[in-house]
């Protein structure tokens, strides 16, 4: 292995590390979300007061977009104008509050992009506050949460693994050559040197 190959070796260590790293992550992310999924029949689990959802229409556009990913935040306390997530049995719903009555207990919500307001929601169904979100990233992780994506991802992780252990593998089969070759030209160089003493000694004694 030359010297910029060692070089290139030692800078794809890293980047190698920093996949596994995020692969095992992904998957244990997904693997905790079907599991909370199937065992509370809840579409947006929460775990821990935090989740990740899909934006599958353009009901609030244009603060967000189709297959935007948005990150939701449990939260006690809510105001007008916050975007919230809330459940409807079904698929969660992303609007604004534009109205809150304390004495029920209900706010309402409409979407941007909507003429009319939505009926009113208990607050207990509302699955927290949107924190942020990442424009148009979302069919990734949508597909990546169900069952044939945690596959695809525990793949990729073994297959990261394998090529890891690997190249570990050949690594130290090849400074194990690299040794044996040092050893064998250190030894070669012993020999050479020693050679002109005995030809010196060779010639005196052909003058004596």
């Given at each position: 292995?030359?010297?910029?190959?060692n070089?290139?070796?030692?800078?794809?260590?890293?980047?190698?590390?920093?996949?596994?790293?995020?692969?095992?992550?992904?998957?244990?992310?997904?693997?905790?979300?079907?599991?909370?999924?199937?065992?509370?029949?809840d579409?947006?689990?929460?775990?821990?007061?935090?989740?990740?959802?899909?934006?599958l229409?353009?009901?609030?556009?244009?603060?967000?977009?189709?297959?935007?990913?948005?990150?939701?935040?449990?939260?006690?306390?809510?105001?007008?104008?916050?975007?919230?997530?809330?459940?409807?049995?079904?698929?969660?719903?992303?609007?604004?509050?534009?109205?809150?009555?304390?004495?029920?207990?209900?706010?309402?919500?409409?979407?941007?992009?909507?003429?009319?307001?939505?009926?009113?929601?208990?607050?207990?169904?509302?699955?927290?506050?949107?924190?942020?979100?990442?424009?148009?990233?979302?069919?990734?992780?949508?597909?990546i949460?169900?069952?044939?994506?945690?596959?695809?991802?525990?793949?990729?992780?073994?297959?990261?693994?394998?090529?890891?252990?690997?190249?570990?593998a050949?690594?130290s089969?090849?400074?194990?050559?690299?040794?044996?070759?040092?050893?064998?030209?250190?030894?070669?160089?012993?020999?050479?040197?020693?050679?002109?003493?005995?030809?010196?000694?060779?010639?005196?004694?052909?003058g004596?």
């Open positions: 292995m030359t010297r910029n190959e070089k290139t070796a030692k800078k794809t260590k890293p980047f190698k590390a920093v996949c596994i790293v995020l692969a095992v992550l992904l998957a244990l992310y997904c693997a905790v979300y079907l599991v909370l999924t199937f065992a509370t029949g579409p947006l689990p929460m775990p821990l007061g935090f989740g990740s959802a899909v934006v229409s353009g009901s609030m556009e244009p603060t967000l977009s189709v297959n935007d990913l948005i990150f939701i935040i449990r939260s006690g306390e809510y105001a007008t104008g916050d975007i919230v997530v809330y459940s409807t049995g079904g698929t969660p719903v992303v609007h604004r509050i534009v109205s809150i009555d304390a004495q029920s207990g209900t706010l309402v919500t409409r979407g941007d992009a909507n003429n009319v307001e939505d009926d009113p929601v208990p607050l207990a169904r509302v699955k927290g506050k949107v924190a942020f979100s990442v424009p148009f990233i979302g069919a990734v992780p949508r597909f949460r169900t069952v044939p994506g945690l596959v695809m991802i525990l793949l990729v992780l073994f297959t990261l693994l394998f090529v890891s252990v690997r190249s570990k050949e690594e089969e090849e400074e194990a050559k690299q040794l044996e070759l040092s050893r064998e030209i250190e030894r070669l160089k012993k020999e050479l040197g020693d050679q002109p003493a005995q030809d010196t000694s060779a010639d005196e004694r052909r004596e």
